[in-house]
């Protein structure tokens, strides 16, 4: 599975095709350290590079009113990804790069 095929299509579902750093605030080292060890043990082929910009993406969808349901559709609709996998990465993505709509993603 391969997550920089997710990457576009996500962020122009989500109406976010810019994913420049400044569009999310930066995670702390040891944050960034432990999303990318988790998203690697999931999807071991991914670089770095395309998980951090796949989580600022995810970022940018909740910042511009997206649901966590709606864009795990998105990321669904690719078919590159299973439910488990949208979770994991949304999850992961909220907890490490904008924790601030941790009230919107469920735990579970």
């Known amino acids: 599975m391969r997550l920089a095929a ?13 994913t420049q750093a400044s569009a999310t605030p930066e995670s702390t080292p040891n ?9 690697h043990a999931v999807y071991p082929e991914a ?3 395309s ?8 970022c940018a969808g909740l910042d511009a009113g997206r649901t966590p349901d709606a864009i795990a559709n998105d990321m669904l609709a ?6 488990a996998g949208t979770r994991i990465i ?3 993505a ?15």
Do not use: F, W
């Open 47 to 49: 670089d770095n590079a």
């Open 94 to 108: 909220v907890a490490v790069y904008c924790p601030k709509h941790a009230d919107i993603v469920p735990p579970q």
């Open 31 to 39: 944050l960034q350290d432990a999303y990318l060890k988790v998203m």
């Open 51 to 58: 998980i951090i910009t796949l989580g600022k993406t995810v």
């Open 90 to 92: 949304i999850r992961g």
């Open 6 to 18: 997710l990457l576009l299509p996500v962020a122009l579902l989500t109406g976010c095709a810019s």
């Open 78 to 83: 690719t078919g590159r990804t299973n439910e």
